[in-house]
């Protein structure tokens, strides 16, 4: 028996219904390693890890926990097994403390000695360097650091087996890098780390082994040195893949989208844009790049409306937004993929049409009469599922048992069906897989093409480049500069983005 082994999982199945999402897995976790879980949207890496964590029991197959058969029937029961999961989807309460988050559910005592508390979690932030102030509230708090709270609380509960399914989708690449050195400590001092990711670049940064998984199968096992970003994608897709060649770059003449001169403040009150100015042209992707929290939020959501202006003005075809509703906003053309999409109107136990419907069901292509006409959209949703190639194995279940990935691609979705005249797209492909970004990008040359103003917020400048046929930076809520494509390279972008921090 191998004392270094923290897990050994062999021949685990797991099915809802007929359809079986794990089969015959075996997957193993060594003491001191970052083993890095891959594979497609809906390949079945959020329910093995979920039947580690005791979430869900597996239907086939056999775990051991610290060389230790175990039969787990609860997450407690894993946490009591040092496994602990920092999901997809974090799970704190937001008017608690961060102390009181971590302690929740935990304590056993009636009296809680709360100066103790906030002392033990000092010093285990100070151990792997996991920046938080306990007695501070987590609806203050940034994503890292309510992530940072999620994994305090697992090494509170004493985890010495961390999983994180798709950690880095929704922070910095600032606070990537600080995620990245607590795992390394936390991997020297002989904790074992399991990393859900979609993106290539980190794996080859933060793993010692990889496994692929590809609809429930285990392709393979590697060690990252062995492997190559390349043939890591052909395991996971099953056959090579290729970017596509973009051509075309368009000049548009009509102006979809203009921002004038506008100043938007953040929830602190403080201005996040000051002064900005650009327009995006009919037929014309314009991306925005700089490192998100520089003013991309505010952007956004002041052109949907959700946000108001202090000053300047946003025009729609000529028409400003300011003082209309975002009812009236979305009437006016403008469709608006947000950073933030789980909690933005994804209902679970609702079908896929019903979501679909759900924003725009007031409009009159969509009623007939005094009733909404749910064949046609239902025709609608389908379409969705085969153009996002959307794994669900029946259109009109609850959508809530879909996968991370394949939920994003439901949101957009919504949003591209609409033939917008304007389109917000934050972020689009967090959380896709490969062959599915493909599908996105795809998806916003083809609104391009037809007339769309496309607005593309991104903070992966490669992506930028590419898709964009001209380039707005932002940094600290200025823009730095307004370039094309051709005629700029990736490093003098690097430079506009960190131009008010380099002077
Ligand atoms: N509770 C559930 N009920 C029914 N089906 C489910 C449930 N949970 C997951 N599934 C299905 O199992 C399959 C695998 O889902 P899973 O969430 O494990 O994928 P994933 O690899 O994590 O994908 P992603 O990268 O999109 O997060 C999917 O087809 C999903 O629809
Ligand atoms: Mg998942």
């Known amino acids: 028996m191998n004392e270094n082994l923290l897990v050994a999982m062999e021949g685990i199945g797991k099915r809802f219904g007929e359809n079986w999402v794990n089969k015959n897995v075996d997957f193993s976790l060594k003491s001191g390693e970052i083993h890095a879980l891959l594979g497609e949207n809906g390949a079945g890496k959020s329910t093995l890890m979920n039947i580690l964590a005791g979430v869900y029991k597996q239907d086939a197959g056999e775990m051991m ?55 033990d979690i000092r010093d285990f932030s100070g151990k792997y360097g996991l920046s938080i102030d306990p007695s501070d509230y987590v ?21 010495d087996i961390l999983i994180l399914d798709e950690p880095t989708a929704v922070l910095t690449p600032q606070e990537i890098k600080e995620l990245f050195d607590i795992l390394r400590k936390m991997a020297a001092s002989g904790c074992g780390i399991i990393i859900i990711t979609h993106k290539m670049r980190e794996v080859m940064e933060l793993a010692d082994r990889i496994t692929v998984l590809r609809k429930g199968v285990r392709v393979g096992t590697v060690l990252k040195s062995q492997v190559d970003e390349k043939e890591l994608t052909e395991m996971m897709v099953g056959k090579p893949i290729s970017e596509k060649k973009i051509k075309d770059r368009k000049e548009g003449k009509e102006i979809g989208l203009s921002i004038e001169n506008i100043t938007i403040h953040n929830d602190k009150g403080i201005a996040a844009l000051k002064n900005v100015s650009f327009q995006v042209k009919k037929g014309e992707i314009v991306g925005i790049a700089g490192i998100s929290g520089n003013g991309q939020k505010e952007l956004a ?203």
């Open 301 to 503: 959501e002041g052109i949907a409306g959700l946000r108001k202006m202090e000053e300047g003005a946003i025009k729609i075809e000529g028409e400003g937004v300011g003082g209309k509703t975002v009812r009236q906003i979305i009437d006016m053309g403008l469709s608006f993929v947000p950073e933030d999409r789980i909690g933005t109107g994804l209902v679970g136990s609702m079908d896929l049409t019903d979501n679909l419907i759900l924003k725009d069901y007031r409009k009159e292509k969509r009623r007939k009469g005094f009733f909404i006409q749910k064949k046609k959209i239902r025709e609608e949703a389908k379409k969705v599922v085969e153009q996002f190639d959307i794994k669900i194995a029946d259109i009109d279940a609850p959508i809530s048992s879909l996968s991370g990935g394949n939920l994003q691609k439901i949101l957009l979705g919504r949003e591209i069906l609409e033939d917008p005249k304007v389109l917000i797209a934050a972020y689009p492909v967090r959380g896709l897989d490969i062959a599915t970004t493909e599908a996105v990008y795809d998806l916003l040359l083809k609104q391009r093409d037809g007339g769309c103003a496309v607005l593309f917020i991104s903070e992966d400048l490669e992506h930028i480049l590419r898709l964009s046929d001209r380039i707005v930076v932002l940094e600290g809520g200025t823009v730095t500069g307004i370039v094309k494509p051709g005629e700029t390279t990736m490093d003098e972008i690097g430079m506009m983005m960190l131009s008010g921090q380099v002077g």
């Open 65 to 119: 926990l610290h060389g230790k058969k175990v039969i787990l029937s609860s997450p407690k029961d894993a946490i009591s097994n040092g496994v602990g999961m920092i999901h997809q989807h974090f799970k704190l309460v937001e008017n608690l403390t961060a102390s009181e988050n971590i302690i929740l559910g935990y304590q056993k005592g009636l009296f809680l000695n709360k100066k103790k508390i906030e002392k």
């Open 139 to 159: 609806y203050h708090m940034s994503v890292g650091e309510k992530q940072r709270i999620e994994i305090l609380k697992a090494l509170y509960r004493g985890a």
